[in-house]
């Protein structure tokens, strides 16, 4: 064996061939599909990311704000790059750079030095702190850390450092996404509560969207509605600003004095309930106006819950613009349901977009078959079953939660399907079964532009259905013989 300098390589261990194949055929087969459901100690390709990577997200999707990961500097390079690839932008963040010191005496010296730094050198309106592994297994106490670098002078008394402890042996990136904005609001609007103002105005949290089209959608929804809003963490333009040879450092966000001044609003709604489970209760006890959870309105019947809903909220009509593209979306689905009627489909995710891939397959009337969340709970378990029974095309649905995408590779090669739909992860798995593989989730590091095309409200029914139904006639295409290579399709 040579590698690509032409020098000889010696492998550490050496197989035969035979074995090799021997290897490769057996994980195909029921009896190892059984053996990896037994494994219990090990997580293979696991379908999230850590909580620290929701927590910068969310940062980032507030006014000239700078996150700051209180950890080690690897960590925060994952956090970055990993943004930073799915959207092709940059991803500005600092740390607090631990090293081996810092994990035995604490990183209380480390905070304090790059507060001071931070502060300086990239002049932030506010900075949210939140904490990698390390810290967190020595007990770091950010709230006692944070007093002291105020009183110590190394950053100013009044400087806004919301924090929250994301520990990444707990949870995943959504659950670090919900800690950080719960923190960023309760910093944000204590003590701007006034009574009897209302501001008039929607807040809206999108919960963990990495799609920076379905904010514009959301926006241009509210838009046409004629509805005020305060989009709280808004990262549209923090992931999706022109290139026009200005790099700045933060662009967009919600207006820290909007989000300040979103505890006084008419409604406050969230459309990512499993990612905003904590910050929405406390809303629910804290901010004025009405509450509202709905699910992300992916397909018909959620988007028309949800068009509904404001129209109701804020006493206005549905919009005849949006009525129009209702029809676009029914005529879209209608034309296009046959390349997908009857397919059965692996699908995988954060719960919130699951739900939604689910409600979309059900109205085309195709077939969520291996439906597989990796950090679920049996409140989502219910929630997905009760979805699969009210269509006949769920009833062969099964659902494997806490499972990894090693599982479902035996899943879709013992049991096969037509398609799958998660993030670029998934593709080895599609890959080994021969499968298409729609790539809606999060990350996306082997595509471009995805995160620009909406897959919420009406427009994303559009934009799933061509993506979908065009790559299965590119098969039909690519894979007939002469005589079956139409015009038409
Ligand atoms: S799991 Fe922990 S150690 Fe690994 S990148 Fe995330 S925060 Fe760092």
Same mark, same amino acid.
């Given at each position: 064996m040579a590698n690509n300098l032409g020098l000889a390589v010696k492998p550490v261990t050496e197989y035969a061939e035979e074995e090799v194949k021997k290897v490769c055929e057996w994980i195909n087969t029921e009896e190892y599909k059984e053996k990896n459901f037994a494994r219990q100690a090990l997580v293979i390709n696991p379908a999230h990311a850590c909580q620290p990577v929701g927590a910068e997200l969310v940062a980032h999707g507030f006014e000239q704000t700078l996150p700051m990961v209180h950890g080690s500097q690897g960590c925060a390079s994952y956090f970055r790059s990993t943004l930073n690839r799915h959207f092709r932008e940059p991803a500005p963040a600092v740390s607090s750079a631990m090293t081996e010191d810092g994990a035995v005496f604490g990183g209380q010296n480390n905070l304090f030095e790059a507060l001071e730094n931070a502060y300086v050198l990239y002049k932030p309106k506010m900075i949210s702190i939140f904490t990698s592994c390390m810290p967190e297994i020595i007990g770091d106490d950010l709230t006692a850390f944070i007093k002291n670098a105020r009183q110590k002078g190394h950053i100013p008394q009044d400087f806004p450092l919301p924090y929250a402890h994301t520990s990444s042996f707990n949870g995943c990136h959504i659950h670090g996404y919900d800690a950080m904005l719960l923190s960023i609001l309760q910093y944000l609007t204590g003590g701007k509560q006034i009574e009897g103002r209302c501001t008039g105005k929607l807040n809206f949290i999108a919960g963990f969207d990495v799609n920076t089209g379905n904010y514009r959608e959301y926006k241009r929804i509210f838009k046409e509605f004629g509805i005020p809003y305060t989009f709280l963490a808004d990262i549209s333009d923090s992931f999706d600003s022109p290139c026009d040879g200005v790099y700045r450092p933060y662009p967009g966000g919600t207006r820290l004095d909007d989000a300040a001044d979103s505890i006084n609003g008419k409604v406050t709604m969230t459309v990512g309930p499993y990612a905003t489970t904590k910050t929405f209760g406390w809303i629910k006890d804290n901010y004025s106006g009405k509450h509202v959870s709905l699910p992300t309105p992916f397909g018909i019947a959620k988007t028309d819950a949800f068009v509904m809903k404001l129209a109701e909220l804020f006493g206005k009509p549905v919009p005849e613009s949006i009525k129009a593209e209702r029809g676009s979306a029914v005529d879209a689905m209608t034309d296009a349901h046959q390349y997908v009627h009857g397919k059965k489909f692996a699908v995988y995710g954060d719960p919130d977009y699951l739900l939604g891939y689910i409600s979309f397959l059900l109205e085309m009337g195709a077939k969520p078959y291996h439906i597989l969340c990796s950090k679920g709970s049996k409140k989502l378990e219910k929630e997905i079953q009760a979805l699969l029974d009210?269509?006949?095309?769920?009833?062969?649905g099964k659902i494997y939660i806490n499972k990894d995408l090693w599982h479902m590779r035996s899943l879709c090669i013992t049991d096969p399907v037509d398609a799958i739909i998660g993030d670029t992860h998934g593709k080895f798995v599609a890959r080994d079964a021969g499968i298409p593989l729609f790539r809606?989730?999060?990350?996306?590091?082997? +595509?471009?532009? #995805?995160? +620009?095309?909406? #897959?919420?409200g009406y427009q994303g029914v559009i934009n799933m259905v061509s993506a979908i139904c065009n790559k299965f006639i590119d098969i039909v295409d690519e894979t007939c013989d002469d005589r079956h290579f139409e015009m038409m399709r």
């Open positions: 009210t269509s006949p095309y769920g009833k062969d809606f989730g999060f990350p996306i590091f082997d +595509r471009v532009n #995805l995160h +620009r095309h909406p #897959l919420i």
